[in-house]
């Protein structure tokens, strides 16, 4: 897959400007069913079926994890580029892994860890526990080496990928390991795609902490829903030429509806809401010249525009573009910056098929 060195997710593609801050609710409506669109419009329906269900149970090992992550020795580790990595982050990619392989042996898996640091470490047995805890029913107890080769079933070094075009699975096990680590509040998403032939199919994304809007839904709605309790958690799908949706995340299939999901209708851009990594100031990007920048959703001047806090990692400031929360997500590329697909894939997938825009721009 090639290198993405610059993401911009633009708004919308429609004619004229929206007149408030949030997508009309009525361009939403409801499914109740296992995924919202019939199986024979959807050529890799039993693809994400699957996706949706190994994301959603890697989302419930994520919580399990974390709350035992300050009680817990050895939940926390570090990696060599100083960037957090948990037990969950191997354990995440151990669990999809396995599921996978046994679900679609043929199709191999790009991920992002390898167990190299787990095993100089002697650290495999609490990732070992929490994949246990997780996996679906197996001939045999799970062993620590089935594990740490679930793991490097997505390593760098684990395929190597001919001069045609390949069907693979990407995945990023927790994008934003810092929001993980951080609390309750901060954005975290587990991110599964699948790639034909060089073309993202299917995306799926989990996000534990993501907290519902309750603003566009009505009262029935509300009341429905008010018995699934706390009100967090999402799992966003696309497939290609279905269109993206959400529902809460471990949600009972029965009483859960699917909600189409639609970028926002801003053309505008002092109008529109645009998030930044968290490692970039938006007196960086080349906007800034003709724009300043606010915090205060109540008061944005004709020269301002609204800079959302989020936290953490790229995927879910896409899950922000693509559930309409946000108009623009903008990243700049830094000299000698690798960008890795797993940071992207599904993203792209969910923005497009919400009717957004991925663009790489060169400078």
């Not at 499914?31 to 989302?59: G, I, M, T």
């Not at 990594?277 to 938006?282: G, L, N, R, V």
Request: charged share 20%; proline share 4%.
């Amino acid at each position: 897959m090639d290198i993405l060195r610059c993401h911009i997710s633009a708004v919308r593609l429609f004619h004229g400007a929206g007149t408030g801050r949030r997508s009309c609710s009525t361009r939403r409506f409801n499914v109740r069913a296992s995924l919202p669109f019939p199986q024979q419009n959807a050529k890799y329906y039993k693809e994400l079926e699957a996706a949706v269900d190994v994301v959603q149970n890697a989302c419930r090992l994520c919580v399990d994890v974390k709350a035992s992550l300050f009680s817990t020795e050895g939940n926390v580790l570090e990696k060599n580029d100083q960037t957090p990595v948990t037990v969950a982050d191997f354990g995440v990619q151990a669990l999809i892994s396995l599921e996978l392989n046994k679900l679609f042996p043929s199709i191999p898996l790009v991920a992002e860890e390898d167990s190299a640091f787990l095993r100089s470490r002697n650290l495999a047995d609490p990732v070992l526990d929490a994949v246990t805890a997780k996996a679906s029913s197996y001939c045999k107890p799970l062993t620590q080496d089935d594990v740490l080769t679930a793991i490097d079933r997505g390593g760098k070094d684990a395929f190597v990928f001919g001069s045609k075009p390949a069907t693979y699975w990407v995945l990023d096990p927790i994008d934003g390991t810092r929001g993980f680590l951080k609390g309750s509040k901060a954005l975290y998403v587990v991110g599964l795609a699948l790639v034909v032939e060089g073309e993202i199919v299917i995306g799926v994304m989990g996000c534990p902490n993501w907290q519902e809007d309750l603003s566009e839904k009505s009262s029935k709605e509300v009341k429905e829903n008010s018995d699934a309790l706390p009100r967090s958690g999402t799992i966003m799908i696309a497939h290609l030429g279905c269109g993206t949706w959400t529902k809460r995340l471990n949600s009972n299939p029965k009483s859960s509806a699917w909600t189409r999901c639609f970028v926002d209708g801003f053309d505008i851009v002092h109008k529109a809401c645009f998030c930044i990594p968290e490692s970039q100031t938006w007196e960086s990007l080349p906007l800034s010249s003709l724009f300043s920048a606010t915090n205060n959703v109540k008061d944005v001047g004709s020269k301002e525009i609204l800079l959302l806090a989020t936290c953490c990692g790229s995927l879910c400031k896409y899950l922000m573009v693509a559930s309409g929360r946000a108009s623009v997500f903008i990243q700049r590329a830094k000299e000698k910056t690798i960008i890795k697909a797993w940071d992207h894939a599904v993203g792209m997938i969910c923005v497009h098929e919400a009717g957004g825009k991925a663009n790489n721009i060169k400078r």
